[in-house]
């Protein structure tokens, strides 16, 4: 009898023990809110302003108290999208979360709320609605900041090498300049003149890539998203600009990754120019703070009969969900709203976040680093060429065009091959 | 059967219910979904074999497999090779096997993809400065190509996977009977005799394991791939599971990537199953 009861008594505890441990997974970690309290749950991808971000919405909920804010931060690219996409299929939607142009606004159409009606959509710079905003007016998002990227390079370098880096404005200037670094590599001190992380998909393909074809749809993100095919008619412009990188870049190319382009090679003055954009700033600026300061500037990527301006874009955008309660989402609208349209919010934005503000009403002289300096330069000037990236079909920028670009660069399909091979694949993509 | 008591389904439930509900359900729905337009959201139309269809026609997906299945060869013989071999030598009763099979075990230790970082490191530049010292060409431009790339990963998974193995073969190893040998011995066997017609006869139970493991690690590997190639250049060495992942989430195919799931799922169940009823079939009782 003894004997039974033990045994149906740690059953019994066994049970109790699943139970309770079943019961426990399905509260959630978040903290509770009070009464009264409006709760908003952010799930956003940028970790770089991780910390930032979370005194900023500590500085809102202090100025509102019957508002609670949750952030979540998912890391950078594809992992944010994954994890996105899988707490709406769980059931476990943010209230806002991001996406990053017309294809993710297509996905989630049913979750996204027209924010036509916030401060902050009113005040957005012209042309950085362009990838949220619907033919019947509405604006699906609010643009995060600007980017920009070109030609950085080592000012000490181009100085010593007696090249003057802001005359630059054809392709054969620049080539001309990259022959003459070359020619003193000895004498400076460095690898090569450029180093093409030819192993970074998105850095040939996005950036490179998108250079050449922006024109193709005439520099509008909406264009490209509705387009058949891509007529790649800078085609050889992109060939002749690739080889020259690849000429005078350090050797293997396909193996260079992007922390040995910047970290390794330019921060460290082992080679005088780099392709990248202005969120490289904080990476030199912790390798060398003094280096980032003075010593870099960038220049735009030249183009034939487009000398002179910079690729600037928007990478990423608010969206508030549409199926949540109403009165969350007023406080979310609230939320972004004070995040760039107030004071404090817009200090915030340029100190802490180091933006490119992508609205009106900023003091561009507080503009934190040199590079996003010189962007919000080319933004203001009108001399841009759009970000059309975000417009592909998805995944053709990167797996496609840029690995095409690798085969090119390893031998193993001649130019045309690969390009033709680049236009098939959007075209069955898009049929 | 009289452990089928009502205690016994007790026992088991929360295994079940757990295996179920994170196993058997989402593979139910995702071989249902691979049939519809799913989204990763919602599916709105049945599309029957549409993607079965276009899959045998991707390039990609054939590719992939066609590497992978290069890569699971050439890595199930060297892993087990080099694991029988190391297990071999730990079991000479040296005064240092112990601090080897220490040694020969830490490599598993490591999550995959910081080997991968680790050993991107050493194909990259360690083997790049070795190269330029020593003037042997071979040795520079690791990965940049898709036949180093292959290599490589063979070699970063021989390096981990072989001391794991190592370990279930001196198990065997050990387990073999002296009396045995020694009688094989005194028959006048040579010891290349007595290790292939003795001790390898016993230790094949090892085999059927080993290389079911080797098998399964290989053809599922994931983080390794992505931290050392990261399937460049030009997805020349993107495996099946990679590339998988790359359709579901960067190309936003989500029921394309799950009907190639499914094929993944039969191609690696058809040849587990073979493999071990085949190695079944040599092995020896004592």
Redesign the interface.
């Given at each position: 009898m003894n004997k039974s009861f033990l045994?149906k008594g740690f059953?019994a505890s066994?049970?109790t023990g699943?139970l309770v441990l079943g019961a426990c997974s399905s509260g959630d970690g978040n903290d509770e809110a009070a009464d009264g309290q409006t709760v908003v749950d952010i799930f956003q991808f940028k970790v770089e302003f991780k910390d930032q971000f979370e005194q900023i919405v500590q500085d809102f909920e202090e100025e509102n108290p019957d508002i609670k804010i949750n952030v979540q931060t998912v890391g950078g690219g594809?992992d944010y999208?994954?994890a996105l996409?899988?707490s709406?299929?769980a059931g476990n939607e943010p209230d806002i979360f991001n996406v990053g142009g017309p294809?993710d606004v297509d996905?989630y159409r049913d979750y996204l709320a027209d924010l036509s009606d916030t401060e902050a959509a009113s005040q957005a710079l012209e042309g950085t609605l362009d990838g949220v905003e619907q033919q019947n007016g509405e604006i699906l998002g609010l643009p995060y900041n600007q980017e920009g990227y070109g030609y950085i390079y080592n000012k000490e370098i181009f100085e010593q090498a007696g090249v003057d880096a802001e005359s630059i404005s054809t392709y054969e200037d620049l080539e001309e300049a990259f022959a003459t670094i070359d020619s003193q590599k000895e004498e400076l001190g460095i690898d090569a003149v450029i180093a093409l992380p030819?192993?970074e998909?998105w850095v040939m393909g996005n950036h490179l890539g998108n250079t050449f074809f922006a024109s193709d749809f005439d520099n509008s993100i909406v264009e490209a998203y509705e387009a058949d095919t891509i007529p790649l008619e800078r085609s050889q412009e992109l060939k002749r600009m690739l080889d020259l990188q690849n000429e005078y870049s350090v050797?293997?190319?396909?193996?260079l990754d992007y922390s040995?382009q910047v970290e390794q090679l330019f921060s460290t003055g082992r080679v005088a120019v780099i392709q990248q954009g202005n969120w490289v700033y904080p990476t030199i600026e912790q390798m060398d703070a003094e280096f980032a300061e003075n010593n870099i500037g960038m220049i735009p990527i030249p183009v034939d009969g487009l000398e002179g301006h910079l690729p600037v874009g928007v990478p990423n955008y608010w969206g508030v969900n549409k199926q949540s309660d109403e009165e969350v989402q007023e406080a979310a609208k609230q939320f972004l709203d004070w995040m760039y349209t107030s004071d404090t919010g817009k200090d915030f934005v340029l100190n802490e976040f180091k933006f490119i503000p992508a609205y009106d009403g900023y003091d561009e002289e507080q503009i934190a680093d040199p590079l996003s300096k010189e962007v919000y330069k080319y933004s203001q000037e009108g001399n841009t060429i759009g970000w059309v990236f975000l417009g592909t079909?998805?995944?053709w920028q990167?797996?496609v065009l840029g690995?095409?670009m690798?085969?090119y660069?390893?031998g193993?399909a001649s130019w045309d091959e690969a390009m033709e091979s680049a236009i098939s694949q959007w075209e069955s993509?898009r049929k | 059967m009289k452990n089928k008591s009502l205690s016994f389904w007790l026992f088991m439930t929360p295994t079940l219910v757990a295996l179920a509900l994170v196993v058997f359900v989402p593979f139910v729905y995702g071989f249902i979904y691979s049939f519809s337009d799913w989204n990763g959201l919602h599916a709105t139309e049945f599309l029957g074999l549409d993607h079965y269809v276009n899959l045998i026609q991707s390039e990609n997906f054939l590719s992939a497999i066609w590497f992978t299945i290069k890569f699971a060869v050439v890595s199930i013989v060297l892993v087990n090779v080099i694991g029988l071999g190391l297990a071999l030598l730990v079991t000479q009763h040296l005064k240092v096997s112990n601090l080897f099979r220490t040694v020969f075990f830490m490599p598993n230790l490591i999550g995959g993809l910081i080997l991968g970082f680790i050993w991107q490191f050493i194909f990259v530049s360690a083997f790049d400065s070795a190269g330029r010292l020593l003037g042997w060409e071979f040795l520079q431009g690791w990965l940049a190509d898709p036949t180093t790339g292959f290599w490589g990963l063979v070699i970063l998974n021989a390096w981990q996977y072989s001391g794991y193995i190592m370990i279930i073969y001196i198990a065997y190893l050990e387990a073999v009977p002296k009396e045995l040998i020694e009688a094989a011995d005194i028959d006048g066997a040579n010891p290349f005799q007595r290790f292939w017609k003795v001790t390898f006869p016993l230790v094949a139970p090892a085999f059927t394991i080993s290389m079911f493991l080797t098998l399964s690690n290989a053809f599922k590997m994931y983080d390794q791939n992505l931290a050392l190639t990261g399937g460049g250049p030009f997805k020349s060495t993107e495996m099946i599971a990679m590339d998988i992942y790359n359709t579901a989430f960067s190309e936003n195919n989500m029921a394309f990537a799950q009907a190639k799931a499914v094929v993944f799922f039969i191609l690696v169940a058809a040849v587990a199953l073979t493999q071990v009823y085949y190695n079944k079939k040599r092995e020896v009782d004592l």
């Open positions: 045994k059953i066994m049970l699943v594809n999208g994954a996409k899988s709406f299929a294809s996905e030819a192993k998909l050797q293997p190319v396909l193996s040995q079909p998805n995944g990167e797996h690995a095409e690798q085969r660069l390893s193993d993509a | -």
